[in-house]
């Protein structure tokens, strides 16, 4: 079985997830171990149902909304900040 | 009242003939709760003043003769289930002081029916987990042992009906969450249809693989609970129409050859012995080939991981939960998460991130889900044959607290013999079959038999045949 070679600081960055050097170097090691368990699934003959049958994602219709602003004020408090009947973020664009 | 030996059956005879009050019954755990879950540690939080209220409601009810199957039964609600109102914390630090927005569906029928809400109980984080040591608020402990961990994730919810801290509990299985923690406490588990209950409301883990489902005493209690809490629900789209349960018959398969490795020859020898048993009792019990079977662990840790992975992406401190200050909202992310998420739910964010990543989401993701076909078509040809299938619900008794917190692959194997079923969507249930002597100590081993989609019906009959034999 080929090493897979698994560079661990880059996933965390796609994750949005910070991880700790000593952590990294934790992970760094199970990670591919956990790996090349469940690697074991290439064994299996290539002569394998094509297309997801069973599994497929589930849509609701497009249709019958409820009232608009029926949940608004229930989730808004959820979260960490809010202001005017919206949930405030940091600003994501910058002008240059 | 012997709360050792009470059933929802018993209960709902002795509070309909006024033996008792819901608010006796409500007392009685609630005293338990307050000599024992300190060492226990089932509950995160109990709703005492609120069980109280709920039980006098119940009682008005049961004096007007308007009582239902759950009216008055006091009972325990897994973390990662939302109640309006109620903190649902998934025992992480992150999501430690959200408050619900909603009620769960389970949870709006529970309250139809004036249940008795104890309190909600501690679990693995985010039901990744099985020994429910990863909770960031501590671990709970086995009634059976308390030097040995309940099982997980739904360990809190085990422990409370096992220990006579609730009569009966709401768990979620992913992967054996309901049935491995009922196996290691001595109760029964049941792992649900998929899309047979509903999941709005229940955080979501694995999408493709989670239930909820009851953790109770008994089969009959558990058939009870089932029957109160499935049903369709336009709020879940993966929901499916109502069924009628059929009775099973006496044909068991037994997939032997996955069971040549890794079980430990005590428990196997329960396994075997309850296979006798059934087997005196008129049963047909023949050995049978489903050779993907032993692809599933590993399937299941790729698609697992992966469906965590993107649906934890959630979390992310801008709508609910934790959020840590930063200067750019990259960095609330990343540290809101880094922070928030316990040492195993990163580890799977992180093997579901690399298995969906580009380069390799062919090698692992894409061929897990073809492998899974597989494993589904192996069931799909033994139910042809078969009205169940038989296997240990886990490979070995409760272990220690702290034996394998620090060996991920060691508590992966845990659940060998129940992802099986939430892999190919069947319904399964571990029922009581035995024990096993480790230190001096009798700790229980269970018997887990799983049926075709909507096969809970067999379960129960035959379920109910291995409770009265062992």
Redesign the interface.
């Known amino acids: 079985m080929k090493d897979i070679s ?1 560079d ?1 600081e880059a ?2 960055k ?6 700790s050097p000593e ?1 990294l170097s934790r ?1 760094g090691k ?2 591919p ?3 090349r ?6 064994e ?1 003959s290539e002569n ?3 297309g ?4 497929r994602n ?3 219709e497009d249709a019958d909304p409820h009232e608009t602003g029926l ?1 608004t004020k ?2 808004l ?5 809010q202001k005017d009947g919206r ?1 405030v ?4 664009l910058k002008k240059k | 009242m012997d709360l050792a030996k009470l059933t929802i059956k018993e209960a709902r005879r002795a509070l309909d003939a006024k033996e008792f009050s819901a608010l006796d019954l409500t007392n009685a755990y609630l005293e338990n709760i307050a000599r024992r879950d300190g060492e226990i540690h089932a509950y995160l939080e109990v709703w005492a003043d609120s069980a109280r209220k709920e039980a006098k409601a119940a009682d008005a009810l049961i004096a007007a003769g308007k009582s239902k199957p759950l009216t008055g039964i006091p009972i325990a609600v897994k973390d990662n289930i939302l109640i ?1 109102g109620r903190i649902a914390s998934s025992a992480s630090k992150i999501l430690e002081k ?2 619900a ?2 009620d769960a569906t389970v949870i709006t029928r529970l309250k139809e029916q004036s249940v008795v809400f104890l309190g909600r109980t501690n679990m693995d984080e985010f039901a990744m987990g099985s020994s429910t040591e990863n909770s960031a608020f501590g671990v709970t402990k086995n009634p059976v042992d308390t030097s040995r961990v309940p099982g997980g994730s739904s360990g809190g919810s085990a422990a409370a009906v096992a220990g006579n801290l609730a009569l009966a509990a709401l768990g979620s299985d992913t992967g054996g969450s309901i049935r491995q923690p009922a196996s290691h406490c001595g109760i029964v588990g049941l792992k649900t249809t998929y899309g047979s209950v509903s999941r709005f409301g229940l955080m979501p883990m694995g999408s ?1 693989l989670d239930q909820i489902g009851p953790l109770t005493k008994t089969v009959k209690d558990t058939k009870i609970f089932f029957d109160v809490i499935r049903g369709h629900d ?1 709020r879940d ?2 929901s499916i129409p109502d069924y009628a349960l059929q009775g099973g018959g006496k044909k068991i398969g037994v997939p032997r050859a996955f069971l040549k490795e890794g079980v430990e020859p005590d428990v196997l020898a329960v396994f075997n012995a309850t296979l006798e048993r059934l087997k005196a009792a008129g049963y047909t019990i023949e050995d049978i080939e489903m050779p ?1 079977l032993p ?1 599933s ?3 299941y ?2 698609i697992c991981p992966a469906e965590v ?1 993107t649906n934890l ?1 959630r979390y ?8 840590l200050p ?5 960095e ?4 809101t ?3 928030g ?1 316990g ?1 195993e739910v ?2 799977r ?3 579901g ?3 969906l ?1 580009s380069g390799y989401a062919d ?2 993701y894409r ?8 494993i ?2 192996d069931f799909k040809k033994a139910f042809q044959s078969y009205d169940a299938i038989a296997l240990p619900t886990s490979p070995g008794p409760a272990f220690k607290i702290g034996e394998k917190v620090n060996d ?2 060691a508590m ?1 194997l845990e659940d060998i013999f129940s992802v099986t079923a939430n892999l190919a ?1 069947v319904p399964a249930i571990s029922v009581p079959a035995g024990v096993v002597e480790r230190d001096g100590t009798n700790l229980p081993v269970g018997f887990q038999l799983m049926a075709a989609h909507e096969g809970e019906g067999a379960l129960f009959t035959i379920g109910a045949d291995v409770e009265k034999l062992s």
């Open positions: 698994v661990v996933l965390a796609l994750a949005k997830l910070e991880v952590e992970l199970e990670i171990d956990i790996l368990f469940v690697e074991t699934i290439q299996v394998v149902p094509q997801d049958v069973a599994h589930v849509m609701r949940y229930d989730l408090d959820a979260a960490p900040a949930i973020v940091k600003q994501v | 309006k959200y408050v927005s909603y493709s336009a789209s993966t993907n692809y662990l590993p399937v840790y790729v992975s992406a992310d401190g801008i709508r609910y939960g934790l959020s930063a200067d750019t909202i990259q609330v992310y990343s540290k998460r880094g922070t998420f040492s990163r580890r964010i992180l093997i991130t690399f298995v990543s090698a692992f061929k897990a889900r073809a492998v899974r076909e597989l589904r078509a991920p692959m992966y969507g």
